[in-house]
Structures are given as C-alpha cells and as structure tokens.
C-alpha cells in the first residue's frame, strides 16, 4: 500500500515567489524591460571595451559621414556658369559650416575643408585674377597710382562678414621664401574666417609692386578693399595702400600684392 503525502491547499510563501517570478519572466511587459535595457546597456560595454583611437575613429567618420549629407545638395550649385546659384551655395555652406566648427569646439570638418576648395575652384572661373592683364606699362601706371594714393590705411579690430561676399587673391614673389610664409600665414587667416581665397599666386619680382597693395576694380567694392588692407596690416605689420588700376574684373574681386623687400 502506497501512501500519498497530504496535499495543502495553502502555499508556502517561498512556492508563491517563485511562482510570481516565473510569470513575470514570461510576460511581454518583461520582455520589453528586458530588451530596452540592453539596447540602452549594450552601447555603453561597447564602448567601455572599444580603443579610445578606434571610438574617435567612428566618431570622425560619423560626422563626416553627417556633414556629406548636407552638403551635397548646395555641391549640385556649384555652377562656373551662373553665378546667382554659386552665391546662394556659398552662403548656404558658410552657415553649415560655422555650425558644424561650433560642434566642434572650433576645428574644422575635413569634409568643409574639402568643399571649400571646391568652392575656390569656381570662384577662379567666375572672378578670375587681372595678373593676364598686368604689363610694364600698366604696371607703371599702378604705381604712379599708389604713389598719389592717401596714406597708407590704418589697422583696426578686424571683421571678415563683408569679405565674405568677396574673392581674395594674393600676389607674392615668387623669388622670397619669407614673403611666401607671410603670405601663407595670412591666406589660413582667411580662409579661418570663410573669406574665399583661391590661394597665392607667385610672380617675378619684377611684376611686384614697390609697397604692398590692395588693389580694386570696381567702385562698389572701395570699402572691402578698405578692410582687406587693414586686416593685411594687422597680419603682416607692414603699411599697405589702396589702389584702383584701370583693368577690368568682377564685383567682388580684390587682390593683395605684396610689395617688394625694402620697397
């Protein structure tokens, strides 16, 4: 005869807990905990075992990544052709630009880096450079320009929001490794400050001015040349003029010539 062990209709407290546990594991609702927690943990183990080098890597290409995206419709304007959708571009990218340094606790995107040399090489097509212009004649004529010129322009605070709307050029001798170093200096200046500067253009001594100028060719752009020399002047220490010659280029066009050594 086999004797069965008296049931209770009463569970003991322990039975009940891990009867509660087990339904608990089993309900969507612990699922869902469950799943969110890793989703939320995972990311933080990851990066915990990840290289400090390899996460700045990811992050690097992330934000380029993020900084192509938006830029590639105003790259679609970039038109040698009409100038009105090259301005709009360049005064989109300007903006997402400056958002995109801010983000960055002020260094550059490489990916902004890259489209403004984009930008460069369209502004070269649309306001090219009056040096295929500049003979000994009209060189002659330059300097009897700047000779009869007011005095030289004072420095002041700089401000670089109208250059913006301009293109620089800077002319050195190609002849004087340290004038190319200034100008080198003052070109990163600019282009720090969103003023579009295609680059340094290096001439024969025999081209270059006596004093260092800032020259314009049209009448509109008198007081960006203005500003332009007294940024020159602060950057380089050296007295700069403004002139006018008599050759024909674009609104918006300013160059900076540096003069010759002792000139």
């Excluded at 039975?15 to 927690?37: M, Y």
């Excluded at 990811?58 to 301005?87: C, Y």
Aim: glycine share 4%.
């Amino acid at each position: 005869m086999l004797l069965k062990q008296a049931t209770s209709d009463v569970e003991s407290p322990g039975h009940r807990f891990i009867t509660t546990l087990n339904n608990a594991v089993k309900s969507p609702l612990f699922v869902f905990l469950f799943g969110a927690s890793l989703a939320t943990v995972y990311p933080a183990l990851k990066s915990f075992f990840t290289p400090e080098s390899e996460l700045a890597l990811q992050k690097a290409q992330e934000e380029a990544r993020a900084d192509a995206s938006l830029i590639a419709p105003f790259l679609n304007n970039l038109d040698s052709t009409q100038r009105g959708k090259f301005e709009a571009s360049r005064a989109a990218l300007r903006e997402l630009e400056n958002a995109s340094h801010s983000a960055r606790n002020g260094t550059h995107s490489p990916v902004f880096v890259a489209v403004n040399k984009a930008i460069e090489a369209v502004a070269v097509q649309l306001f090219p450079s009056t040096t295929g212009q500049v003979t000994p004649a009209v060189n002659q004529e330059i300097e009897r320009s700047a000779a009869q010129a007011p005095s030289a322009v004072k420095a002041k605070t700089p401000s670089y929001d109208r250059l913006r709307d301009a293109v620089v050029y800077v002319e050195v001798d190609r002849g004087d490794d340290a004038q190319q170093k200034q100008a080198k200096q003052l070109v990163d200046i600019l282009r720090d400050n969103s003023v579009t500067t295609p680059g340094i253009e290096r001439l024969a001594t025999a081209t270059m001015p006596s004093k260092t100028q800032v020259r314009y060719f049209n009448d509109s752009d008198r007081s960006l040349a203005e500003e332009l020399a007294s940024i020159a002047i602060g950057a380089t220490g050296q007295p700069v003029v403004v002139v006018k010659p008599s050759l024909t280029a674009k609104v918006g066009t300013l160059e900076l010539w540096f003069g010759r050594r002792g000139g």
